[in-house]
């Protein structure tokens, strides 16, 4: 039986790089701190939420959306977490 022909692949040759991309610097420092004030907010309206949750009227109100806002703070403080360089 005859060998069939070895097919030779090109040489890879990686895409032109742009000249113009440039890579995003580090995060401005307030970012940071507005991250974490957020989390920290979060985490504490679930606290107060446990421990004084019917004592206090607007959150007497909220009833179990007060879960909804604290868990809410929270994630949003963690997609934050994404953006930081």
């Not at 989390?39 to 679930?46: F, M, N, P, S, T």
């Not at 107060?48 to 909804?68: H, K, R, S, T």
């Amino acid at each position: 039986m005859p060998k069939s022909k070895v097919r030779r692949k090109p040489a890879y040759t990686p895409p032109p790089q742009a000249s113009a991309t440039r890579t995003a610097g580090p995060s401005h420092p307030a970012y940071v701190i507005i991250m974490l004030a957020i989390g920290i907010v979060g985490l504490a309206w679930l606290v107060v939420n446990y421990l004084a949750g019917e004592d206090i009227p607007f959150m007497a109100q909220l009833g179990g959306y007060n879960f909804l806002v604290g868990f809410g703070l929270v994630v949003i403080s963690l997609l934050m977490t994404m953006k930081w360089r």
